[in-house]
């Protein structure tokens, strides 16, 4: 494999790995809103008023941002794992094809 084909595997493999998280995040709000009472977006509200006072936390464009700073956490944290599993698997592929 090339350097620009492994460099692309890298990238595919990040890209997965960021939407599955998100994706994850997202069912999981979706079908456990109920029993956890809550969502990603109450949370995000919650740890505005935490933060900054109630006043902020009512504010939807705070808790926006927040939610926002969230979900991009996530999704980074889940493209590095996709990078790093991706790596792995395209260098063992690499040996094993020698």
Known sequence: MTDKGFRRTIILSAVAGAVVTLG????????????LH???RDAAAKDVTRMFGPRCGQN???VGIVLVAVM???AAFGAAMGAIGG????????????
Do not use: E, Q, V
Request: overall charge positive.
């Open 60 to 62: 939807p464009f705070a």
């Open 87 to 98: 790596a792995i698997i395209s260098r063992f592929f690499r040996m094993l094809l020698k």
């Open 38 to 40: 809550g969502t990603w």
């Open 24 to 35: 994850a995040a997202f069912a999981m709000d979706y079908l456990l809103a109920d029993s």
């Open 72 to 74: 991009g956490f996530l």
